[in-house]
C-alpha cells in the first residue's frame, strides 16, 4: 500500500489526500510500506521523484471515466417517479461541476432540455457552485440544438445578471442557438449583429470558431456575397483560417450543388498554404457524385491514392451509393471490391448503400442476397437496415414483398422503428394500399409506437398530394375555396374535403391513429394533473414541475389544431 506523505505525523491517507491540489508539479516522498502479518518485521522503501506527465495524463483519464460511470447511473436512475433533483440530492456528497457538465451532454440527447434546467438549478444551490461561463455557454448550446432559442437568450441575460461578463465561446454558442432557428433569414440577419457587437467588445474579440459557424451558415443559404466578405473580414482580422474552415464552406456549397463556389474556395485554400486532409477528399468526392461529375470525383480519389492521406469507409460509401443513381453498377462494384482488396471492414452503412444501389440499379434479387447475408452473419442487423431493403422493394413497386418482410422482420432479429412506420405509411398510402395501412396503424399501436408531429403533418401531405388536382399550380385556389366553402367545427373541414368513401376510410385510420396518441399523452400527465393547477407553479412555468405537463398540453392543442 502507497502512501504519499509529507511529514511523519500524517497518518490518515483519506485526509492527506483531500489536501493534495489534483495537478501539481510537486515533488512528494513516497513512502511505501508493505504490510505483512504482525509478526513479521515491516518492510519500508523510499523513493524521491517527480510525477510524470503520463502519469497525470493517466489519472485524468482515470477521472474522467469514474465521472461518466457515475453520470451513466445517474441518468438510469431517472424516472416519472423519481424526480431528478431527488436522485441528485442522494449523491450531492458526491456531484460536482464536472458531472453537472456531462448531465448536460447527456440529458440534451434524450431531448430532456427541460431537465438540464432543472440540474442548473440545483446547481445554484449548491455551496461549490461559482457562475461561470463554461457554464452557461453549455447550457445555451443544448437550448440552441433543441431549437429553444428563447430559452437560450434567457440564460445569456441570466448569465449577465449573475455577474459573469460573456465571451467569444458565450457568442459563438449563442449564434449556433439562432442558427437552429426555422427562419434562416431572419437568423442570418441576427448573428450578423452579433459579429459586429463581438468586435466592438475587447474581450469578445471572434475567433476562428465564430468565423467557422458564420461561414457555414451563409454557404448553407447560398449567400456567395457574405461568405466572400467574411473572407475578406478573415483575412484583415489577426485570425487565420484552418481546414475546419474551408472544409465547412465547400461542404455547404456542395450539398447545394454549388459546384463553381465550392472549386472557388479549394483555390483559396490552396493560396492560404492550407494542407487538405482526408475530410476534404471526402467532401469533394461527395460533392462530385452528387452533381454526377464522376471524372472530377474519379481524378479526385486518385489524387487521394497518391496523398499521404489514406481513405476512409465514408469515401467508399459515397462512391458507391453515388454510381448506384447513376445506374453505373459495375464501377460501383469495382469500388467495394476495391475497399475489400484494401483489406477495409465493410460497416453496416457500406452494406446499406450497396442494397440501395442494386434498388436504384433494379437488380432486386442481389439486394436481398445482401439483406440475407447481413441477416445470417454474427452481426446485429439494425432497423435501418430493414429500412433500406424495405424502400428497395417500394422503389421497384413490390409492395407485397416488401409488407411481407415487415411482418417477418422478427425472423431476422431486427425490430422496426417509428422511421420505419413512417415510411411504409407514405408508401402504402401512395400506392393505394388502405387495407394495409389500417393494419400497419394497428401494428403500430401495438409495438407502443407513439407518432410525433411530423408524423401527422407528413400524412395529411400524402393525403392532400392524392386528392383529385392537388397539383402545385392548384394548391393556392384550393386552400381560398377550403376557407370559404368549408363548415365551422372541429373535423368538419376534412371530411367534406375526402368526399369518396376510400379516402374516408384511410383518413379514418389516421384519426384513430390521432386518438390513441391523445389517449396516451393523457394517460402520462393524468396523475400530476391537480398540482399543474396550483397557482403557485403557474408563476415559476421554467422550474417547476409540471412544465412537462404543460408541454404535454400544447401537443394536444397542436395535434387538434392540424387535424
Given at each position: 500500500?502507497?502512501?504519499?506523505?509529507?511529514?511523519?505525523?500524517?497518518?490518515r491517507?483519506?485526509?492527506f489526500?483531500?489536501?493534495i491540489p489534483?495537478?501539481?508539479?510537486?515533488k512528494?516522498?513516497?513512502?511505501?510500506?508493505?504490510?505483512?502479518?504482525?509478526?513479521?518485521?515491516?518492510?519500508?522503501?523510499?523513493?524521491?521523484?517527480?510525477?510524470?506527465?503520463?502519469?497525470?495524463?493517466?489519472?485524468?483519464?482515470s477521472?474522467?471515466?469514474?465521472?461518466?460511470?457515475?453520470?451513466r447511473?445517474?441518468?438510469?436512475?431517472?424516472?416519472?417517479?423519481e424526480?431528478?433533483?431527488?436522485t441528485?440530492?442522494?449523491?450531492?456528497?458526491v456531484?460536482?461541476?464536472?458531472?453537472c457538465?456531462?448531465?448536460?451532454?447527456?440529458?440534451?440527447?434524450?431531448?430532456?432540455?427541460l431537465?438540464?434546467?432543472?440540474?442548473?438549478r440545483?446547481?445554484?444551490?449548491?455551496?461549490?457552485?461559482?457562475p461561470?461561463?463554461g457554464v452557461?455557454?453549455?447550457l445555451?448550446?443544448?437550448m440552441?440544438?433543441?431549437?429553444q432559442?428563447r430559452?437560450?437568450?434567457?440564460?445569456?441575460?441570466?448569465?449577465?445578471?449573475?455577474?459573469?461578463?460573456?465571451?467569444?465561446?458565450?457568442?459563438?454558442?449563442?449564434?449556433?442557438?439562432?442558427l437552429?432557428?426555422?427562419?434562416?433569414?431572419?437568423a442570418?440577419?441576427?448573428v450578423?449583429?452579433?459579429?459586429?457587437?463581438?468586435?466592438?467588445?475587447e474581450?469578445?474579440q471572434?475567433?476562428?470558431?465564430?468565423?467557422?459557424?458564420?461561414?457555414?451558415a451563409?454557404?448553407?443559404?447560398?449567400?456567395v456575397?457574405?461568405?466572400?466578405?467574411?473572407?475578406?473580414?478573415?483575412?484583415?482580422?489577426p485570425?487565420s483560417?484552418?481546414?475546419?474552415?474551408?472544409?465547412?464552406?465547400?461542404?455547404?456549397?456542395?450539398k447545394?450543388?454549388?459546384?463553381k463556389?465550392?472549386?472557388?474556395?479549394l483555390?483559396?485554400?490552396?493560396s492560404?498554404?492550407c494542407k487538405?486532409?482526408?475530410?476534404?477528399?471526402?467532401?469533394?468526392?461527395?460533392?462530385?457524385?452528387?452533381?454526377?461529375?464522376?471524372?472530377?470525383?474519379?481524378?479526385?480519389?486518385?489524387?487521394?491514392?497518391r496523398?499521404?492521406?489514406?481513405?476512409?469507409?465514408?469515401?467508399?460509401?459515397?462512391m458507391?451509393?453515388?454510381?448506384?443513381?447513376?445506374?453505373?453498377?459495375?464501377k460501383?462494384?469495382?469500388?467495394?471490391?476495391?475497399?475489400?482488396?484494401?483489406?477495409?471492414?465493410?460497416s453496416?452503412?457500406?452494406?446499406?448503400?450497396?442494397?440501395?444501389?442494386?434498388?436504384?440499379?433494379?437488380?432486386v434479387?442481389?439486394?436481398?442476397?445482401?439483406?440475407?447475408?447481413?441477416?445470417?452473419?454474427?452481426?446485429v442487423?439494425?432497423?435501418?437496415t430493414?429500412?433500406?431493403?424495405?424502400?428497395?422493394?417500394?422503389?421497384n413497386?413490390?409492395?407485397?414483398?416488401?409488407?411481407?418482410?415487415?411482418h417477418?422482420?422478427?425472423?431476422?432479429?431486427?425490430?422496426?422503428?417509428?422511421?420505419?412506420?413512417k415510411?411504409l405509411?407514405?408508401?402504402?398510402?401512395?400506392?393505394?394500399?388502405?387495407?394495409?395501412?389500417?393494419?400497419?396503424?394497428?401494428?403500430?399501436?401495438?409495438?407502443g409506437?407513439v407518432?410525433?408531429?411530423?408524423?401527422?403533418?407528413?400524412?395529411?401531405?400524402?393525403?392532400?398530394?392524392?386528392?383529385?388536382?392537388?397539383?402545385?399550380?392548384?394548391?393556392?385556389?384550393?386552400r381560398?375555396?377550403?376557407?370559404?366553402d368549408?363548415?365551422?367545427?372541429?373535423?368538419?373541414?376534412?371530411?367534406?374535403e375526402?368526399?369518396?368513401?376510400?379516402?374516408?376510410?384511410?383518413?379514418?385510420?389516421v384519426?384513430?391513429?390521432r386518438?390513441n396518441?391523445?389517449?396516451?399523452?393523457?394517460?402520462?400527465?393524468?396523475?400530476?394533473r391537480?398540482?399543474?393547477?396550483?397557482?403557485?407553479?403557474?408563476?415559476?412555468?421554467?422550474?417547476?414541475?409540471?412544465?412537462?405537463?404543460?408541454?404535454?398540453k400544447?401537443?394536444?392543442?397542436?395535434f387538434?389544431?392540424v387535424?
Open positions: 500500500m502507497d502512501y504519499l506523505l509529507t511529514s511523519p505525523s500524517s497518518l491517507f483519506s485526509d489526500i483531500s489536501s489534483k495537478e501539481t508539479d510537486h512528494w516522498l513516497r513512502f511505501s510500506v508493505n504490510l505483512g502479518d504482525a509478526r513479521r518485521s515491516t518492510r519500508t522503501r523510499i523513493t524521491c521523484g517527480a510525477i510524470s506527465s503520463r502519469r497525470k495524463l493517466a489519472e485524468r483519464e477521472a474522467e471515466r469514474e465521472n461518466r460511470v457515475l453520470v447511473s445517474l441518468m438510469s436512475r431517472i424516472s416519472d417517479r424526480p431528478l433533483v431527488k441528485l440530492d442522494k449523491y450531492v456528497k456531484v460536482r461541476c464536472d458531472h457538465f456531462l448531465l448536460f451532454e447527456e440529458l440534451g440527447k434524450s431531448d430532456k432540455w431537465q438540464c434546467l432543472e440540474v442548473f440545483w446547481m445554484q444551490k449548491q455551496r461549490w457552485y461559482i461561470d461561463n452557461y455557454s453549455k445555451i448550446s443544448v440552441g440544438k433543441k431549437g432559442t430559452m437560450a437568450m434567457w440564460l445569456f441575460s441570466e448569465m449577465k445578471n449573475s455577474g459573469c461578463r460573456p465571451d467569444a465561446s458565450v457568442y459563438n454558442a449563442l449564434i449556433t442557438a439562432h437552429h432557428t426555422r427562419d434562416k433569414a431572419k442570418l440577419e441576427k450578423r449583429g452579433y459579429l459586429d457587437k463581438m468586435k466592438g467588445i474581450r469578445c471572434p475567433n476562428v470558431v465564430t468565423y467557422n459557424i458564420l461561414l457555414r451563409f454557404a448553407q443559404s447560398g449567400k456575397d457574405q461568405v466572400n466578405a467574411l473572407f475578406k473580414d478573415l483575412d484583415m482580422s485570425v483560417p484552418d481546414v475546419y474552415t474551408f472544409n465547412g464552406v465547400m461542404d455547404a456549397y456542395g447545394n450543388g454549388m459546384i463556389e465550392m472549386e472557388a474556395v483555390t483559396r485554400m490552396r492560404n498554404e487538405p486532409d482526408i475530410i476534404t477528399f471526402n467532401v469533394l468526392i461527395d460533392s462530385y457524385g452528387k452533381k454526377q461529375e464522376f471524372e472530377k470525383m474519379e481524378q479526385t480519389f486518385k489524387s487521394l491514392m496523398s499521404k492521406e489514406k481513405p476512409t469507409l465514408p469515401t467508399f460509401n459515397s458507391i451509393i453515388n454510381y448506384g443513381k447513376a445506374r453505373m453498377i459495375d460501383a462494384e469495382w469500388v467495394f471490391k476495391k475497399m475489400n482488396d484494401m483489406n477495409y471492414i465493410p453496416f452503412i457500406t452494406y446499406e448503400c450497396m442494397i440501395m444501389m442494386y434498388g436504384y440499379c433494379g437488380s434479387s442481389r439486394a436481398r442476397e445482401i439483406f440475407e447475408e447481413v441477416g445470417e452473419s454474427d452481426r442487423l439494425k432497423a435501418s430493414l429500412n433500406a431493403m424495405l424502400e428497395v422493394y417500394c422503389r413497386g413490390l409492395y407485397i414483398e416488401a409488407d411481407k418482410l415487415f417477418n422482420a422478427s425472423a431476422f432479429r431486427v425490430h422496426p422503428d417509428a422511421s420505419t412506420y415510411f405509411y407514405k408508401a402504402y398510402t401512395k400506392a393505394d394500399m388502405k387495407e394495409q395501412v389500417q393494419i400497419l396503424m394497428k401494428k403500430m399501436e401495438k409495438d409506437i407518432p410525433n408531429k411530423r408524423f401527422f403533418l407528413e400524412a395529411l401531405e400524402v393525403f392532400g398530394s392524392r386528392l383529385p388536382g392537388s397539383g402545385s399550380e392548384n394548391r393556392k385556389s384550393t381560398s375555396s377550403r376557407s370559404r368549408s363548415p365551422k367545427g372541429r373535423g368538419g373541414n376534412q371530411l367534406t375526402f368526399q369518396d368513401k376510400d379516402n374516408k376510410h384511410v383518413f379514418r385510420a384519426q384513430d391513429c386518438k396518441y391523445l389517449e396516451n399523452l393523457s394517460g402520462h400527465d393524468k396523475g400530476s391537480d398540482e399543474s393547477r396550483k397557482p403557485s407553479q403557474e408563476k415559476q412555468p421554467l422550474f417547476a414541475s409540471d412544465q412537462n405537463n404543460m408541454m404535454i400544447e401537443k394536444k392543442e397542436l387538434t389544431r387535424l
